[in-house]
């Protein structure tokens, strides 16, 4: 408090401020931050509440995804929520069930082979848990071996792709149950069983029930009327409150619409997945890898984006540790995988959440359902789900992205759409393998080929590039080439013979220089590389000189010789100073 002020009641003057107790200082100050807290911590609570009642028919969907019991879905929006809000660097992102994790683990659960294996059994519980405990020290291990930036491995192109086909997926397999047409089986080899049993559905489309149909296309208006024009109530909740009122009071399964049944109340009970062999453990590990590409992938994305619009710190590695312990609590509560959630976070943010006390109160709201709340479910007819799931998959589908890929970067787009392809047709697993695939060819490829050019200046000394082919030179006597990348052992073969075909001319250039302020380094290949073509210029009496080299650059250049074999006079901090010691000489 400034010393001009008078001091009243509960306030100490500058005099006796030093006397003061420390508790009733602390207190002053809190005094002095508290209308700001009070507010924030009011928005927080609001949007936590919004948050829990927009994720929990989400939740619940996304269990028909992952194969399990309807409950688990709200399992995921309990205790790993509370786990990453205590020890994720983000102030922002949403952990809870997702639909491409869910999904990954749906097909790599299947595809353990185990005979009699069915969704939402207890065995399949099992694998689901142990499944999230996996995912969960893979990202523990990724922390300590500080591998947060393999999120940057997935392209955004490729993830566009392999999300849109996996929107496909998801939403195909939801027209069965949105039509209460019983589920087809699929045993072709190497195609994906969604896709062929989607098609199955279709002939099966006379045995469809039509007051599912009608609960299904009710629930489809509703969602899409309330996210378009009253968003400011939850479409999601609107239609399942209505829809256990209306199962409840029409009496809907005496009809032959399928409800849940019995859902059992209260927390979740703790410990390890239980009947899991160690084989099942070591099937499970791709699917895990796979699972943890994906969350390492989309989590960093949404809370790097949100770092951005707010100007905070974010860290990859410490995400890391509340990703996996949120993984690990899922896999310990009964329920499976959880991801950083893209939607979810848009909802609390869209709220004006700006702490994690949001996702806390979400928690709080998740267990009161849990304990008081699970009996009206059981009337909740199962089309709801599928439908909500339906929706959920369609949005996936990113057309206005891919629209936008294809106006842009035409070979890009061709990355994306067979991504999507792979998905729909092999599978969510084999669409994960080809976008990390996919995603490093891009990058190699980049950098393969990268824009090379022939440095030279026009009449007014501005720099101009030119296309490197023979005969082409800078000015009469020197030639002055700029190698757009890193030299390694992918593109080093591709500098070599550009400098080759430059100086093998009938007219050789006197004085040959390397632009270096694109070359951020060079291996082994590329430092041999680079030795060889001194040796070879020297031989045709050409000097070979460095412009532009970064200090990095100059100390790998020196380890590895080759400034002892051009001499370190040869190194120039500006093209202009390169190209006068070319005149002078």
Known sequence: MSEQLKAGPGQHSAGDRATRPKRERS?????????????????????????????????????????????????????????????????????????????????????????????????????????????????????LARLGFLADFLSRTVLIGFLTGVGVQVATGQVGGMLEIPKQTSEVPFFSGNLIEFFKTLGHIGQASGPTALVSASVLAVL?????????????????????????????????????GPVPSGLPSIGLPSGVTWHEAAGLLPVAFSMFLVILAQSAATSRAYAVKYNERFTENTDLIGLGLANVTAGLSGTFVVNGSPTKTEMVDEAKSRTQVAQLTTAVVVALVLLFLTKPLQYLPNAVLSSVVFLIGAKLIAIRPMRSIYRLRRDEFWVALLTAVVVVALGVEQGIILAIVLSLVVHVRRHY????????????????????????????????????????????????????????????PRWFVLYADAIDDIDYTGAQTLLELADHLTARGIVLAVAGAGDDLRRELDRFGFTAKIGPDRYYDSLHAARDASRIA
Request: no cysteine.
């Open 27 to 143: 207190v002053s100050i809190l005094e002095g931050i508290r209308p700001y807290r009070r507010g924030w911590l009011r928005a927080d609570i609001i949007a936590g509440i919004t948050l829990a009642a927009l994720a929990i028919p989400e939740t619940m969907g996304y269990t028909k995804i992952a194969g399990m019991p309807v409950i688990t879905g709200l399992y995921t929006i309990l205790i790993p929520i509370v786990a990453f809000a205590f020890l994720g660097s983000s102030r922002h992102l949403v952990v809870g069930a997702d639909s491409a994790t869910a999904a990954i683990m749906f097909a790599g659960i299947t595809g353990l082979g185990i005979g009699g294996l069915q969704p939402a059994t207890p065995q399949w519980v099992s694998l689901a848990g142990l499944s999230a405990l996996l995912a969960g020290g893979l990202l523990w291990l990724a922390r």
């Open 224 to 260: 899409i009327v309330f996210e378009r024009w009253i968003k400011a109530i939850p479409g999601g909740l609107v239609a399942v409150i209505g829809a256990i009122v209306a199962s409840w009071a029409l009496d809907l399964q005496a009809d032959g619409v399928s409800i849940l």
């Open 449 to 508: 080929a990268p824009h090379d050019a022939v440095v030279r200046f026009d009449s007014k000394g501005r720099l101009e590039l030119a296309k490197p082919t023979p005969g082409t030179v800078t000015e009469p006597g020197l030639v002055i080439y700029r190698f757009g990348v890193g030299i390694f052992y992918a593109n080093a073969e591709r500098l070599s013979q550009e400098i080759m075909a430059l100086v093998n001319v009938p007219d050789p």
